[in-house]
Each structure stands twice: as C-alpha cells, then as structure tokens.
C-alpha cells in the first residue's frame, strides 16, 4: 500500500498570489516553507513600511478532502476581535455616546449594585473583576438575554480597578453596549462603521454572504474540530470577544487602516495603545522589547492566530492557523523565531528536505503502531501530513530521541531512583533520610516538610502513593520527576498537577525541588523521507533535528527496526 500527500497546486497559487521580496521576505519563506513537510498549516504575511514582502499559505484547510489553505482562506481571528470591539467602543466616544469613564450602569439596566462602579474602561483592561467565561466553552449555546443574567449574576473576582482577571465575558458587555447605542447588531455596526472605511470585506461572523470562500477546519492533534459554521456560531459566548473570520490580506488591510486617521482620531489610537495592567491596552496588549511591540493572540479547538506590529521597525506580522499539537498552538512555536528573523538574528537550522521525495511513502516501512523500547517504555508511530510521527513514551525512548548520535543507555537511571525513593519516603512513611542523603541541612529538610505538607493538602488525596516518572532536561536545567497518585492520576479541584521533581546542577548535585504547572509532555517527532528507507524529523518544542532508518521486519509484521543516527539500531516488537 502506497500512502500518497498532496502538495500545493499550481491553481491555487494562481487564485491565491503568493509574495516573496527581497531577502527579509526571502529569509521569511525559507524558514516558514522549511517548516512544511512538518506540519505547518494557515496563511502568513509580514509586512514592512506598508509593502508586504511575504505573503503564502502551507498545509491543508480540509484533510478529509485535500482542499489545501490558502491566502483566501478564512480562518477564526480568535481573541484578536477584542480589538475590533476596543476600536468600535472608541469611535462611539468620538461621536459623544459614550465616555471609557462612564460606569457600565448607563447603558445596561438593573446592573447589580457590586457592579455599578465597573467602568468602560474597566471591560477594556481586563480589570473589571468580571469571570473570564459564563458558560463551560466557545459554542455552548447561549442568547444576549442568558448571557447578561448570567454575568450580572456572576461574583466579581475582585473590586473593579484594583486587579486584572482576562475577561472575555467583558467584551461581550462591550458588545452589548455597542448594539445598545447604535441600534445595529455588533458585526452590522463594525461592517458599516469601521470595515467599509478600511476597504475590508470579509472580516464578520456570517460565512454565507461571501461566496466561494472556503473556512478552514480547525484541527487539535488528531481531532477534527470542523468549521465555527458548522458549531453553535455566532452565539454571545463569542460575540465581541473572539471568532471573527477572515482572511490574511483583510486583517492587514485592517491593520494598514488602523495605523492612519482613517478609522478614529491619533488621540484615539493613543487610548486604543496605552498599556495598563499587565501591559494590556484597549485589546491590544503593548511591550517595549527592543522598541515598542504591539501584538495580541488567540486560539481555540486548534485554531490559533498572532498579529504583531513592531512599531519602530514598523514590520507587521500575521498569522493565521487551524492547527494546534503536542499541547501549544502553532503560532506559538513560531513565535520566538519571528521575533528573532524581525530583529536580525540567528534562528536555529532546519531539516534539509528534499522535495522529490516527498509525496508517496510506502506504508510497509513506517509499520504505524505501538512498539515496547522497554518495560517503562515505547513509541507511537502514526501516519500524519506528508510522512509520520513519532511519539516517544516513557524515559529510554525520550533519551534515544533527545540525545540522538550521543544516546546513552540508562542515562537517567540513578537519578529518577533517588528521586523516586526521596519522595516516596518522605510522603508515604514521613520519612526524610533520602532527603537528608542530598543535603546535610536540617532547616532545609524541615522546609521540604512543609512545602510537601501543603502540596499533598492542596491535591486533596488521602492515601497518595509516589510513582516513578522520568527526567528530563529543560530551561530550568535537570529535573527528576516523580507523579503522586490516589488511584485516579487526576487533576485536583485546585487545578494542581501531581507532579514533584528533584532539580539538579550542572554539576549532577542536589540543587532543590519543585512542582510543575502543567503535566510533561511526551515529545513528537514529525518525519519526511529522504531516502531509499531514510527520513529526516523534527521536533517542534526543541528545534532538534533527527535523522532515522527505519523498516518494518519482512519476516515478521509485528516487528520493526529503527536506527536513530546511524549508529542506534533497534528491533522493536509491537503491541
């Protein structure tokens, strides 16, 4: 059986123009279509001093049917709407309807009397004390009616003004006073009074009045999320706050508008651009970075979006994907690299891919499955793109993948033992003495106590049990990780991970322990061919490159060898 990968056709180049100028823009496209074959999905621009030098699209907006992304394609804007809705309340203040000091209690009726001193400008800053969400996701169904019950009956997390909570649910508010003054819907009012002065056509919620348009399925890992026309959209858990749809070239247009007089007054824009708590302005959140960056995100069900517009060099990039994987969103794997390529710095190298071979790869060598390392340990391989990936469970695989040409066996072996039987004396029996084998401090050890004390309060178990788990080399250097269990590996009600490490020096000693805020990812490997039974991988948290031979065994289907580096080979038996 022969798995076949459509690449992008020359058609859609022609409906779809692609730019590619000078070497700022040739230096864009060399890193983005490096990252292709490996899984990269959506449609990129970057723009400098109003010219756009790069614009393209990569990967596949529908992979059921192979109906490939390009730069007409419309995908969701996500949280970036916040500034759609930031910049319409401040055209409504330029026309005298609205204050951003007025409270709230002007334009909403029976606004309980907690909430009658939240501010427009308070919704604007997140600082309003409002709950990010009122219903459980993006497309639970919910009319403007339950949406205000709910929030006006909704506890405020804190005084308005003294802190910052994100709300999304503030926006919305926004939107609701937005159709109060003007007597238009909210996409009505944005369509007549902001999109028509920005010569932009297909930024709103409404699909069906743009034809022949296609909406990219939005993909998160494996699953298929669909499109938002195919969900509960638009509904008021959405409305003013996120799921806007377009394009690339319209959100730049957006964008190129927004930067003039055109849309609302310089002193407006001074309002829409100034930071507050956290550094969020009006929508947008502002960094002085090596100049002043102004950028905002969002992502939802594996659509994710990014624009950011680096005022000084006065570069503009956008973003817009329907892949998320591996637990990031896309664009955030990106985006230290766009900042480095916008600064002129170095990024790390790419896989040399040969183009020629990618399109056909036989199933026979990839022998999609499960296959054991060890007894701790084994790896996933399944079919994805233009090739397969590899995931890698449990501590030995993570090492052969991790360290590559320079794999040692059992490299970890003694320090995921201390790590296991320090914290499994110390929780289960309250006994420190492997502790104390680490440090000869009986002040430290009693601060060990209490920290543990808490943790184990906070997860709420009441016979928790120390399992073993791996190690692994991060930002914060070496750590030993261990995972606490009642029976149920589940996270606790407080939102903590079970999850306590051991971190080490460089010089192998103790250096301290700690918990972890979300749970460590087993990593990926995404691969191409580029040989007779060679393939080249990449992993997208890293940036490491690793080159593989692998074949299913002719004698036996259950069985497939792989050699990682050339000099790494296994046997590995499915199961």
Known sequence: MILTFSCRSAVDKFQSKEIVIGQFGEKIDDYL??????GLSGSFLVAENDTIVFHKAYGLANRDELVENTNNTLFSTGSITKQFTATAILKLEEEGLLDTSDPISLFLENVPSDKRTITIHH????????????????????TREEFIERLMNNPLAFQPGSDFLYSNSAYGLLAIIIENLSGKTYDKFLA?????????STIGYDVAIWENMEEAHNYLDDRDYGTFQERNYPNWNLIGNGGLLTTSMDLYKWMSVLKSDRLISELSRKKLFTPFLEDFAYGWEVYDDNGQMIEHTGSGDGNNSLVQWFVGKDILFIGLSNYSFDGKDLLDYLYDDIFALVHHKEIQSLPNVDLDLIGSIDSSQIGAGTYRFDSTSHISIQPFGMGFRIRTIGQEARNLFEHGEEYIPHLYDAKNKTAFESFQLAIEKDDFSGFRKLIDNEKRISRIRKFLMSFIQDLGFEDPKVLPYISERNEDGLQSYVTISDGKKVINKNKRYPFLSIVWKEDDTYLGIGSITQVPRNPSYYFVKNAANGFVGFNWNTKKVRNIFMESSKEKSNKIKINVEGRNEFELDKF
């Open 33 to 38: 279509s490096g990252l292709e074959p490996f």
């Open 123 to 142: 919704l604007l800053t997140h600082t309003s004390g409002l709950p990010v969400i009122v219903s459980k996701d993006d497309f639970d169904p919910i």
């Open 192 to 200: 007549t009074e902001l999109f028509s002065l920005a010569d932009v």
